[in-house]
Structure formats: C-alpha cells, structure tokens
C-alpha cells in the first residue's frame, strides 16, 4: 500500500504532464515486468521490493483508469466509467486463482501475465482530446475525435467552437501552464473539495480494506468468502449506474456510505445483544454487505473527484485523493488488529468512520448533469473572494460546452 501510495501521488502527475495514454501503457507494462520477477524473489527482503514497485505501477493504473475514460463521454455516460471497472471481478478472479495455485510463486506469475493481453490495445485507444485541446494540440484532438465518431458511424463534429475557445486561452498563457499539486489549493472552493474528497477516500479505504482483511475473522472458508464479497459487490455497484442518473452523485454517495456505516455498526449490535455467535452467519453478511457499499460509494467518490477538478489538474487531484485513500489502507490493518481485543471493536471503528463520511460529502457540489470544467481560475485575491461560492467552478472553465457538446455528439 505505501507503494500503491507512491504511484499515485508520482504517476497522477505524469498523467497530467505527458498525456493518459503513454503513461498507462508504460506503467501497466512496468507492473507486469516487476510482478514476474518478483516471483523469483529469493528473500523476504527483495520480496517486498518489488511488491514496493507493484503497488508504485498499481496506485498510478487506479488513477489513470477513471480519469482517462471520463474525458471521452458526455455528462449522461459518466457514471458508467466508475462501476463498469470489473473490480469486483478481479476479487473473485483472485480468490478462484489462489484457491487452485497454493504456491504464491505461480499467484504471483499467473496474476502478472494476466494484464498482457491489454499491451495490443495501444493501436486502438487513442489519447484524450480534451488533454490534446489543453495542450494546444488540437490538430490531435480533432483527428482523435474524428476517429471516435467514425468507430460510432456519426459524420465528424464540429470542433470550430473549442478550437476558438482554445485559441482564446492560449493568448492567455493559461492553456500550456505547467499545473502542480500546490494547485488543488488554489481557491477556498477548491480547498473544501480537496480535504472532503481526501477524508472521503481515506474512510472509503479504511473501511473497505480494513473488511477485507477481516474476512479471516469470519466464520467459513476464507476463499470462499472472499469470492462472495465480490459475487455481492458486483450487483451493488452497478446500482450506482442508476443511482447517479437519477438521485446525483451526492445523494448516491451519501446513501451508500451510510449504509455501509450502518451494516458495521449491525455487528456492534449483535454482539452487544450477546447473539455474536448464534447469529454468526448474520454477522458475515452484514460484514460483507458493508464492504460491498462501500465500494459503491467509493465508485461515487471518484465519479466526484473527477468531475469536481479541472482538466489542468484532474490527474493531479486523483493522485493527491488517492495517496490519502491509500494510507486509510495501510492503518486498515490496525483496525482489523483491534479485534483481538474485542470483536466488534472494528466494526465500531468502520461504522464512525463511513457515516462521518456521509455527512461531510453534503458539503460537495453537484456535479449531475454539469460539463466538466477544464482550467483553473488565476492566483489573485479577487479569485478567493469570488470562490467562496460554487460559482468559479464555471470561471474556472475552458470551452466546458463546447467539449462537453462535442463529447455527446461523437
């Protein structure tokens, strides 16, 4: 996890410097190379080394995976780019894999040559338009945006607005400006953002890992359990789908965080009516339910981060959101440890954890509906008084309609 950390916080910045595509390709390359390897490791130590650079490939791939994608749809498909992630397959991949190779020398092999396949697809996925117009290299993006429409059967758009837009920006010198993490900060706006999403992300880890490892605990085959968090994780994520249609990002985001805080604090109740072991099984499905509502609000989580931040910067803020997620993952182990102690202390821990959450993502802007913004506004004291309120998020913005139009049409 410090690794995956390291990666997001490095490779989130890459994202955003030299494009979506070659990062992704060379990182997902990279985790594949270094996975191999490890499974030839010869001591403990050169072990976690190299799980050290699986997790640096792996934190940056979890940020590139929901940024990249977004930039290429309209505000009515984005939601899909969050639950359609398979996630919930790969948790059962794993656990059928690790049922059948007990050796994890042939785990650690057979889950590093599985990503291969997806090298071939370079020739396929083209680089975002939206990072190329930002760049000044719109002749790109119109090719690219020429090629989506034509695999659609749609006539070519028109991109005469946002070329004009883009021109505009550019004799402002506000399109090629390099952008950094100091950036998230920006303006009271987009500091409120910023330390909820980050809060956001750390609960949704804590909570989410800090279940996982505590499949150990729970009455059953642990293999089998594992692979039964993701057979109930798969539904209820792609609930989200229609959720976030209907009901918006906040309401969804609070809806499934607070019910995967209640599902936790079910076991606190349980075992507080002396019933822990007579209604284990109860408690397994609550344990399992939270984590797999928790996911759905993690996939709210990131459909919000990626819609609240600017192009500029979109990268940026999925790295910085995502290193604070991962440190919720590293100390989830210790919550899990507090069940020596007690066995519901956990789930205590999890419950104040996800419904703290839930409140705080109140204070986030709506984003259903919105084209996503594409710059940042200017340091200068004007901006900080002008963005108490919501309403920078369209100052901020370059050709927002113009993309957003282009988008739907191709």
């Known amino acids: 996890m410090a690794g995956v950390m390291v990666g997001a916080l490095i490779i989130g910045q890459l994202g955003d410097t030299f494009g979506r595509k070659k990062p992704w390709f060379a990182v997902l390359a990279l985790n594949s190379v270094v996975g191999f390897a490890n499974a030839f490791s010869v001591s403990w130590y050169m072990y976690a080394i190299f799980r050290f650079f699986n997790g640096v490939c792996a934190g940056g791939l979890l940020v590139l995976n929901f940024m990249w994608p977004i930039e290429f749809v309209g505000a009515a498909w984005r939601p899909l780019c969050g639950a359609l992630s398979f996630w919930s397959f790969g948790v059962m991949a794993l656990s059928f894999l690790a049922y059948f190779l007990r050796s994890w020398r042939h785990l650690v092999i057979a889950t590093s040559l599985l990503p291969l396949p997806l090298l071939l697809t370079w020739w396929y996925l083209p680089e975002s338009p939206r990072w190329l117009a930002l760049q000044g290299r719109m002749e790109e993006a119109e090719e690219v945006l020429c ?3 034509k695999r659609n059967g749609k006539p070519p ?12 920006e550019n004799v402002k010198k506000e399109g090629l400006q390099k952008y950094s993490y100091w950036d998230l900060f920006r303006t009271p706006m987009y500091i409120k953002y910023t330390l909820v999403l980050m809060y956001s992300w750390f609960s949704a880890a804590a909570v989410y890992y800090g279940l996982s490892l505590n499949v150990k605990n729970l009455p059953g085959d642990r293999y089998i359990n594992n692979f039964l968090q993701g057979v109930f994780e798969f539904p209820i994520v792609l609930s989200t789908i229609p959720c976030n249609k209907v009901g918006g990002r906040k309401k969804t985001l609070f809806g ?6 209640l599902c936790c604090l079910s076991v606190l109740a349980i075992d507080v009516a002396g019933k822990l072991e007579e209604l284990s099984l109860l408690a397994t499905v609550f344990s399992m339910l939270g984590k797999a509502f928790m996911s759905a609000a993690w996939v709210s989580i990131s459909l919000l981060t990626g819609e609240l931040f600017p192009t500029v910067v979109r990268n940026i803020a999925g790295g910085a959101t995502s290193v604070v997620g991962r440190i919720g993952a590293i100390v989830a182990p210790q919550f899990v440890y507090l069940g020596k102690l007690s066995k519901p202390l956990p789930f205590i821990a999890f419950g104040s954890l996800a419904i703290s959450a839930a409140f705080l993502g109140l204070l986030l802007t709506e984003t259903k509906n919105k084209p996503l913004p594409d710059n940042l506004p200017p340091w200068d004291k004007k901006t900080y008084r002008l963005c108490f309120k919501d309403s920078c998020q369209e100052n901020g913005a370059i050709a927002v309609q113009s993309q957003e139009t282009v988008a739907s049409s191709v």
Not at 157 to 168: I, N, T
Not at 256 to 261: D, E, N, Q, V
Request: charged content about 25%; hydrophobic content about 50%; overall charge negative.
């Open 147 to 149: 090629l989506v429409a």
């Open 256 to 261: 499934f965080t607070m019910l995967a805080g």
């Open 157 to 168: 758009p028109d991109v005469s607005g946002l070329k004009r837009f883009v021109e505009e």
